[in-house]
């Protein structure tokens, strides 16, 4: 590597830890304002708060990634303009494509880092955030799973199951609550094609009940409507929709390949190629803001005043257009790679075309 490209790394380097250190530190604080609150309601020690924000510098990291590579390499090729070193280099003979190659280079080996720390390192920090703040300080422990296109729950006294086609309504489908005696042996099934808690009250329909009325039988009954007193309520139960945070981005894939249903199906691309498009989306972010930092510069004779908020009004923007085409996905809109790579070839491809013509 000859000594012009040291030089740019090392600035673009230099640029990228002091940018991070600073957000890092910001996002560190606010965080610490919303929630050490709980942590003292908790009666958490010291050491347990201090472990939780060390833990989840990894996953700050991860949120931050792109904006940090889009200020890393503007502010980098935004100093080299403002000590006149990007016009006697140019001056010199160097190309444009000659002198960002180093920053494209460091950004490069950056998202690298970040899908290795994606593949090995954040499933290990997010799970332990995750268990201090839901478990250990919130008491939110998970009862339930979601597997096959159901719900499976387990509640004080018995187990639930049920599909639930509506979230945000408390309406489930083929419900079934099983409870088991000391003997690990089947008391109760209670089995309905629906349920509804509606007024503080179970209501199932069309349904039966089956209970053991000896070590050998069991006694069956029907019923059309029925009011039951389970021990809990459907804002009781929790199934931890942070669980796909966990995931290495191995698991992610083989969970995508997996499924059985093809709602699960989507839900599963959709996390595996999100993930992947959100870590990578720094290059093209980086791609789009240098030619602006020039463009500003030769408008208004100004570079960094400019470029520094355009590039983190740029960043909002593409986080908002990556987040609705992911929910667009999610919905089954969408195609879950294509919602992936979109952004990219979007901001990548008039990044690309912008630098070029800079360079001409």
């Known amino acids: ?18 940018v991070a250190g600073a957000f890092i530190a910001i996002y560190i604080l606010v965080d610490s304002l919303e929630k050490i609150d709980n942590f ?12 939780f924000f060390l833990l989840n510098i990894p996953f700050i990291i991860d949120q931050l990634g792109p ?21 006697a280099m ?7 494509r000659t002198i960002v190659k180093p920053i494209l280079i460091g950004a490069l080996l950056f998202t690298t880092f970040f899908l290795a720390m994606a593949q090995w390192i954040l499933p290990h920090t997010i799970a332990a955030t995750n268990t201090i703040w839901y478990e250990e300080v919130n008491n939110m422990v998970p009862l339930g799973i979601f597997r096959n296109g159901r719900f499976y729950y387990q509640g004080k006294e018995g187990f639930f ?3 639930r086609p509506w979230l945000d309504k408390d309406i489930f489908i083929n419900f079934s609550y099983s409870s088991w005696n000391n003997d690990y042996s089947l008391q109760t099934l209670v ?4 349920a509804e808690w509606k007024n503080f009250t179970w209501k199932l329909s069309e349904g039966q009940i089956q209970e053991k009325s000896s070590p050998d039988n069991y006694t069956t009954a029907l019923f059309e409507s029925k009011e039951f007193t389970f021990p809990e309520t459907p804002d009781q139960f929790f199934v931890p929709e942070y669980q796909a945070a966990e995931l290495s981005l191995t698991e992610l894939f083989q969970s995508s390949v997996n499924q059985s249903n093809h709602k699960e199906t989507i839900e599963a691309k959709t996390n595996f190629y999100s993930r992947i498009s959100y870590t990578l989306l720094g290059l093209p972010l980086l ?16 570079d960094l005043s ?7 009004a740029m960043a909002f923007i593409a986080w908002g257009v990556w987040g609705a085409l992911q929910s667009l996905a999610r919905a089954d809109y969408f195609s879950p790679f294509l919602a992936a790579v979109l952004i990219h070839i979007l901001f990548g491809g008039a990044g690309f075309l912008l630098l070029h013509k800079q360079g001409t």
């Open 40 to 51: 003292m309601t908790a009666g958490k020690s010291i050491g347990l708060i201090v472990k």
């Open 191 to 194: 089995t309905a094609k629906k």
């Open 306 to 312: 400019v470029a520094i908020p355009a590039s983190c």
């Open 1 to 18: 590597m000859i000594l012009l490209n040291r030089y740019i790394l090392a600035q673009f380097t230099r640029t990228f830890f002091t």
């Open 90 to 96: 140019m001056a010199g003979g160097l190309s444009l």
């Open 67 to 87: 904006i940090l590579i889009l200020l890393a390499g503007v502010i980098s090729l935004g100093l080299l303009n403002h000590n006149n070193e990007l016009t």
């Open 287 to 302: 791609l789009l803001g240098l030619p602006v930092l020039l463009i500003s510069y030769k408008k208004w004779g100004k």
């Open 161 to 163: 199951s049920f599909a």
